[in-house]
């Protein structure tokens, strides 16, 4: 990236937060994917579909081998997901949270450079179209 500015990890999680909202809107969903900075420029990676545990596997262990084998020096990874909230007591359920009757969606922002780690998690608010 000769004579480019190298974006900060806050805008590339930016960048991120941007895409998940624009998916969330437009299509309802969003597509799990990898934004990565790399000497060369960006790098956008999405996974056919992540059906099982072992395709989630195979996503994660595929973000490793694009920025380690990219040289990159910032990633965000963006998925849906669920999540429960700890109660009152402190307390989380004796349950996974995707058989939660009190989960949550979210959309999951992870971002990562040298020494530094930032996350989000937006909250999905359906309405009556889905």
Known sequence: MENQRVPSLAELLKQARGYAEFAMRKFGSVAPMLIAVTPKGPIHFVPDKLTDERAKDNFANTARLITTGYGATAAVMILESWMTVA???????????????????????????????EAEILPIVRSDSG
């Open 87 to 117: 109660g009152p007591d402190g307390k989380l359920p004796d349950m996974p949270p995707s058989e939660s009757p009190d989960r949550m969606e979210v959309v999951m922002l992870a971002a990562e450079s040298f020494g530094e780690f």
